[in-house]
């Protein structure tokens, strides 16, 4: 499975750390997928490698189109489509969100008639106390960009001492406003996470347990969970459809079948046989090894969908190395990669991905197709002797710390490759994954180069951005693996993340796209595709632009 990072921390300095195969015979659609009728009814099952699931929303981190929001719902949450931008809509709330002026405070409004399972009504008191569970040191884990955005929230440590977060205030019970301590203009993705799902006071008797059977108010409930084995939903018959934008609720009931081999998952799916006509995966990627079988077999290729873009997968180049901290070296190695060999190595262009010239990823506002250093695919060795030929950079010796597994090493190998036919020698140093991330985001930064691959966790160009070159995020964990550090890019990330206007603040990371990409500071590799199977009974399987994951929310089944 490809190792991605996913912008996770938080930064204080500015409030946030911020062509695809056909895969069903009977029409082509972009990022491939199931396009029969979708009905109502049937037991959708789901294979996961997962032993646990938790349904906590104060310690998950899922996207806001898995598992977690087909039993939750939040104050927003996430529309997809085969060929465009996620889109963020009004889910419990009845827009957006209506923010002040300063841009510091944002109000949302519920949804008239909204109840849980049990048929009590939802009520602001009671996502005000979900956001406030999330900050209990007992249930860390979770998506926390709120944490650093609400006012006073350094210092708050949860409900269960009998304290409020007073950033967070409901003056009536459809009525919940935020005050954050700096303008934020991506709040409504903010408020799709997990943590923004109501959690009513009185059904918060043991907290430890809460994930196993949370009070719901999505589609569905949780029925049956047996850890490592099952995860079984079936109906919340006190959902209205009429009132949420982002579920379909097709399917009776979601049976998770866990704890199984990635290998054994691919096998079930191509031989769709039983039940498993009626499944999928959601997050187990077709392997290189089984590509030539479903490559080989029309009907299992007619039941892959395949995601138009993905993560980043990038070479961060270690900015404050002496070889490397003249831009006029960087640039000769960003004519100098191999990135044809590298997208082969992670299965190429149909399943590997895209070759990339970009920092923000197709499928993001502010995304525009550019490139700054035009090469053939597989680099220009002549073009990059040239130039360090100019910088006076003869014999430059590299580092390069790399994944120690078989497709992290095929990467690396593939980057010393071609950086030997521009005159460069590099020495691969392997890592376990552990080691690597202390290595990418410590403070000493003890290499020249390194691969990683980078996939936001909602849909702004925030993500591909802020966690990356921002200076606030070199070493202490943060991402910022080039150790990138401009002023005038610091500044200009400020004044985007600020930004309420989404247009506007997309040309903005766009225009921050181009001006770090002129200091050379990383190379862009590909555009990492993903690659799912399904049964022939699912319907509604697609992958979206961003996120490169199929959509949960809206899967059905055909008779």
């Known amino acids: 499975m490809r190792r991605t990072t996913r912008a996770f ?19 082509a659609s ?35 189109t898995s598992t977690i929001h087909l039993v ?30 300063d841009g510091k405070t944002w109000t949302y409004k519920l949804k008239p008639g909204l109840k849980y399972a049990d048929g009590s ?34 210092k708050y440590t949860g409900p269960y001492k009998g304290q409020e977060l007073a950033s967070i205030e409901t003056p009536d019970d459809s009525t919940i406003i935020f005050k954050l301590n700096k303008a934020f203009g991506d709040w409504p993705w903010i408020a799709s996470m997990p943590a923004f799902a109501p959690v009513p006071k009185k059904a918060d008797t043991d907290p430890a347990h809460y994930g196993e059977k949370p009070l719901a108010s999505g589609p569905y409930q949780v029925k049956s969970y047996a850890p490592g084995s099952k995860l079984e939903l079936e109906r919340n018959t006190n959902w209205d459809k009429a009132s949420d934008p982002a579920r379909t609720g097709l399917a009776d009931s979601i049976v998770f079948d866990m704890g199984l081999q990635a290998d054994v998952i691919n096998q079930r799916l191509i031989a769709d046989s039983g039940d498993d006509k009626s499944a999928a995966t959601t997050g187990t990627s077709i392997p290189a090894a089984l590509i030539p079988t ?43 990669v191999d990135k044809q060999a590298v997208q082969v190595a992670e299965g190429g262009p149909e399943f590997g991905g895209e070759i990339a010239t970009t920092l923000i990823t197709p499928g993001m506002d502010g995304y525009s197709k550019y490139d700054l250093y035009q090469a053939p695919p597989s680099g220009d060795p002549d073009k990059a002797k040239s130039l360090l030929a100019t910088a ?35 020495t691969i140093k392997p890592l376990d994954a552990d080691a690597l991330t202390e290595v990418q985001t410590g403070a000493k930064g003890d290499y020249d180069l390194t691969v990683s691959s980078w996939l936001p966790d909602f849909p702004s160009a925030i993500g591909n951005i802020q966690p990356l070159f921002a200076s606030s995020e070199i070493g202490n964990g943060g991402y910022n693996m080039s150790r990138y550090s401009n002023p005038a890019v610091d500044t200009a990330i400020n004044a985007a993340t600020a930004e ?36 022939s009974k699912v319907q509604n399987f697609y992958l979206p632009p961003y996120p490169p994951y199929p959509n949960a929310l809206i899967f059905g089944l055909s008779k």
């Open 9 to 27: 921390a938080v930064a204080a300095a500015v409030a946030l750390a911020v062509t695809a195969c056909n895969a069903n015979d009977k029409s």
């Open 30 to 64: 972009p990022g491939g997928g199931s396009t029969a009728a979708a009905e109502q009814g049937g037991a959708l099952h789901l294979l996961s490698t997962t032993k646990e699931i938790n349904l906590d929303p104060a310690k998950s981190q899922n996207l806001g």
């Open 121 to 154: 009504t939802i009520v602001a008191a009671d996502i005000k106390y979900g956001v406030e569970r999330s900050f209990a040191p007992e249930l860390s884990g979770g998506l926390g960009y709120h944490k650093a955005l609400l006012v006073d929230a350094d």
């Open 392 to 426: 006076g950079a003869s014999n430059l010796s590299l580092v390069l710390a790399a994944d120690n597994s078989p497709g992290g090493l095929s990467v690396a190998q593939a980057i010393q490759q071609g950086l030997k036919k521009a005159g460069i020698t590099v």
């Open 500 to 535: 309420p206007d989404r247009a506007k603040a997309a040309a903005a990371w766009g225009a921050l796209d181009q001006q770090i990409m002129k200091d050379a500071p990383l190379v862009p590799l590909i555009y990492a595709r993903n690659a799912f199977l399904h049964g």
């Open 72 to 101: 939750l719902r939040g104050l927003t949450s996430w529309k997809t489509s085969r060929d465009k931008a996620a889109e963020v809509v009004p889910d419990l709330a009845t827009d957006t969100g209506q923010v002040s002026a």
């Open 294 to 336: 479903v490559n080989g077999t029309a009907s299992v290729k007619s039941r892959v969908a395949t995601s138009p873009s993905g993560a980043l997968m990038y070479l961060a180049m270690n900015n404050k190395r002496p070889g490397l901290s003249n831009p006029e070296v960087r640039k000769a190695i960003q004519y100098a």
